[in-house]
């Protein structure tokens, strides 16, 4: 498929979302990687494009441009165009004084053309412009510093601030431009045990993904805390969908969050098992309006998806 091909395509699925009535089913164009390659797949199930990939991919984005963003290993971010050939590449390092091991399970396209990247180990972000010079450091408040466990899904705001989810601590921090913590949300286990394991029946505070949304709340995937909860900034829990919540659904390790113009929040279920979907939009009053639960094209550890039909959503 060549470039102006994969470009014409999106532009159709957002119309022919658009056109949808009421009484049609919801159906998603996705952007999503899992075993062992990167794929955008049709709101019908067909893989349109699809690139190779190694390892956990826990962060990835189709750009403005076309291109897509994401790991090509624990280390290195790649932009790849549609016709698979790489444009641009970063390899995390460790840092001055730190001689273990560095991963990276978050990165964002920048406004000004530069890249923000989570360096777990390295217990920092950093902003990368387009020749790979680093042009902002923030070091990270990390309580349990661990080189798999420091980050996850982190997103730079509107305001400037870096919304962060430590994993290891179990806490949300917002930070502002100068590294300050100026906001957290610390999760509970939520009257449950802790229990071990990545699928329905693990439990605790690991979180994975938060967005901050149009309301000034935050509302955050717990991770194997098997919830999704909305905060507000006084750190109430305003809204929650909880593991058994969903008629028929089972939530296990909750990762992506897209907030959805209309309302519907989108929840990423990794490790569920085959008998659960992968992806979920659900309404405010927690109606499932559509499910993805495709175990030919992706498998069980299916941690970050994009949709490319709706303009406007917060993810």
Same mark, same amino acid.
């Not at 984005?61 to 444009?87: A, C, K, Y």
């Not at 990276?104 to 989570?118: K, M, N, P, S, W």
């Not at 909880?242 to 939530?251: A, K, S, V, W, Y």
């Not at 992806?279 to 993805?292: A, H, N, P, T």
């Given at each position: 498929?060549?470039?102006?091909?994969?470009?014409?395509?999106?532009?159709?699925?957002?119309?022919?979302?658009?056109?949808?009535?009421?009484?049609?089913?919801?159906?998603?164009?996705?952007?999503?990687?899992?075993?062992?390659?990167?794929?955008?797949?049709?709101?019908?199930?067909?893989?349109?494009?699809?690139?190779?990939?190694?390892?956990?991919?826990?962060?990835?984005?189709?750009?403005?441009?076309?291109?897509?963003?994401?790991?090509?290993?624990?280390?290195?971010?790649?932009?790849?165009?549609?016709?698979?050939?790489?444009?641009?590449?970063?390899?995390?390092?460790?840092?001055?004084?730190?001689?273990?091991?560095?991963?990276?399970?978050?990165?964002?396209?920048?406004?000004?053309?530069?890249?923000?990247?989570?360096?777990?180990?390295?217990?920092?972000?950093?902003?990368?412009?387009?020749?790979?010079?680093?042009?902002?450091?923030?070091?990270?408040?990390?309580?349990?510093?661990?080189?798999?466990?420091?980050?996850?899904?982190?997103?730079?705001?509107?305001?400037?601030?870096?919304?962060?989810?430590?994993?290891?601590?179990?806490?949300?921090?917002?930070?502002?431009?100068?590294?300050?913590?100026?906001?957290?949300?610390?999760?509970?286990?939520?009257?449950?045990?802790?229990?071990?394991?990545?699928?329905?029946?693990?439990?605790?505070?690991?979180?994975?993904?938060? @967005?901050? =949304? #149009?309301?000034?709340?935050? !509302?955050? $995937?717990?991770? %194997? /805390?098997?919830? &999704? +909860?909305?905060?507000?900034? *006084?750190?109430?829990?305003?809204?929650?969908?909880?593991?058994?919540?969903?008629?028929? @659904?089972? =939530? #296990?390790?909750?990762?992506? !969050?897209? $907030?959805?113009? %209309? /309302?519907?929040? &989108? +929840?990423?279920?990794?490790? *569920?098992?085959?008998?659960?979907?992968?992806?979920?939009?659900?309404?405010?009053?927690?109606?499932?309006?559509?499910?993805?639960?495709?175990?030919?094209?992706?498998? %069980?550890?299916?941690?970050?998806?994009?949709?490319?039909?709706?303009?406007?959503?917060?993810?």
């Amino acid at each position: 498929m060549n470039r102006r091909t994969f470009i014409a395509a999106a532009g159709f699925a957002v119309i022919a979302t658009s056109s949808l009535t009421a009484a049609e089913p919801v159906k998603h164009r996705i952007l999503a990687a899992d075993k062992g390659h990167i794929c955008i797949v049709s709101g019908e199930g067909c893989v349109e494009w699809e690139a190779p990939c190694a390892g956990d991919v826990h962060d990835l984005s189709l750009l403005p441009n076309g291109n897509i963003l994401f790991p090509m290993s624990s280390t290195e971010v790649v932009e790849m165009n549609p016709n698979r050939q790489v444009v641009w590449r970063y390899t995390s390092k460790a840092k001055e004084g730190y001689n273990g091991p560095v991963e990276v399970h978050a990165f964002q396209r920048l406004e000004d053309g530069g890249t923000l990247i989570a360096e777990s180990g390295n217990c920092r972000l950093i902003e990368v412009d387009g020749t790979g010079k680093i042009s902002k450091v923030i070091p990270l408040t990390v309580e349990n510093p661990h080189h798999h466990r420091d980050t996850r899904m982190v997103r730079k705001l509107k305001n400037g601030h870096y919304l962060v989810c430590h994993e290891a601590d179990g806490t949300v921090r917002e930070y502002d431009a100068d590294a300050k913590v100026v906001w957290s949300y610390k999760l509970d286990l939520a009257g449950r045990p802790r229990s071990p394991g990545h699928g329905p029946e693990g439990h605790g505070t690991e979180v994975y993904g938060a @967005i901050r =949304l #149009a309301n000034g709340n935050t !509302l955050i $995937a717990a991770g %194997n /805390g098997n919830r &999704v +909860i909305e905060v507000s900034p *006084a750190g109430e829990i305003v809204w929650s969908i909880d593991q058994t919540e969903l008629p028929g @659904i089972t =939530l #296990a390790w909750v990762t992506s !969050l897209h $907030a959805l113009p %209309n /309302g519907h929040i &989108v +929840i990423g279920n990794c490790h *569920a098992g085959p008998e659960n979907p992968q992806l979920i939009e659900v309404s405010r009053d927690k109606q499932v309006v559509w499910q993805m639960k495709n175990f030919d094209i992706f498998g %069980n550890s299916l941690a970050m998806a994009q949709i490319l039909d709706v303009p406007g959503a917060i993810r």
